[in-house]
């Protein structure tokens, strides 16, 4: 005999037989000997939910990756994309919630990059808080965002600092990453994000330094520039109050084709 998922088996009650989902329980309790009002339309949902469920887990993750993808597309149509319950919810119904940034990035954002990495950024975080491999997978994003806009890679270094500045990438994932990038885009990712890892090396160092100045005292920096194509990068004095993952680093002032970006307010 097949076997067939508790799910789709039918249900014996009191010697009928039963189809799966509508049941109905016999009364016993009552003289007359009335059938019981079927199952509440709430529970009866939800028996159909789990059972939409367990047909779409039975798919690949190719198919449910392309279900998810149309889903994020549809919600940015629709103006829900922002509902990061709604997005987070939907990926992990999927099994999908470590993978999805990678949807994410194809279906959010273009050549507009660092404007949407603000736009999105309570939805990027749902995804990517304390989970290095939905990390990495969104990295995976920018690199096909690269393929597909190849002039980005002149502004690399900014969107690698405005995603670590804003906490949707940590160092240990960006470093990793750029060891380890797709071969046909290697050469230009490596030499695009040189000056970021050599900061994130200096900042990491200033940070150590930190820890043995009293908050009181004032620590003056050198004024540095570095270019990046055509990206010129220069050090600006560190500002308080900064509450980012670099909070006791200096943040940087981005001059990009002769006009200043508020890297800030990325």
């Known amino acids: 005999m097949a076997y067939k998922p508790k799910s789709l088996r039918a249900v014996v009650c009191q010697g009928i037989v039963i189809g799966p989902i509508i049941t109905f329980l016999k009364n016993v309790s009552n003289d007359d000997g009335d059938w019981a009002e079927p ?13 939409v469920i367990d047909k779409d887990l039975d798919k690949s993750v190719d198919d449910r990756l392309d279900m998810l ?24 119904r999927l099994e999908l919630k470590t993978k999805a940034p990678l949807l994410l990035a194809d279906v959010l954002l273009d050549q507009n990059v660092l404007k949407q990495l603000k736009e999105y950024e309570n939805l990027f975080l749902r995804f990517l808080e304390d989970d290095p491999k939905a990390q990495r997978n969104f990295l ?36 990793a990453w750029a060891a380890k990038v797709k071969k046909s885009l290697a050469r230009e990712i490596i030499n695009a994000s040189q000056e970021f890892l050599k900061w994130l090396a200096e900042a990491e160092e200033e940070d150590d330094e930190d820890k043995d100045v009293d908050n009181g005292i004032e620590v003056d920096f050198d004024e540095r520039a570095q270019t ?30 002769g006009k200043e970006v508020d890297i800030d307010n990325i």
Do not use: R, W
């Open 228 to 257: 990046v194509g055509t990206t010129v990068i220069a050090e600006a004095p560190n500002m308080n109050g900064t509450t980012t993952a670099a909070s006791n680093v200096t943040p940087l002032t981005v001059i990009e084709d």
């Open 69 to 92: 993808h149309a889903f994020f597309i549809k919600a940015k149509k629709d103006g829900s994309i922002k509902n990061s319950t709604k997005m987070l919810n939907e990926a992990q």
């Open 39 to 51: 199952l509440e339309t709430e529970a009866l949902s939800a028996h159909i939910g789990k059972l």
């Open 140 to 175: 995976g994003g920018i690199e096909q965002l690269i393929q597909k806009h190849s002039d980005i890679i002149k502004s690399l270094y900014v969107i690698l600092y405005a995603c670590y500045i804003n906490d949707l990438i940590v160092e240990d994932v960006i470093v």
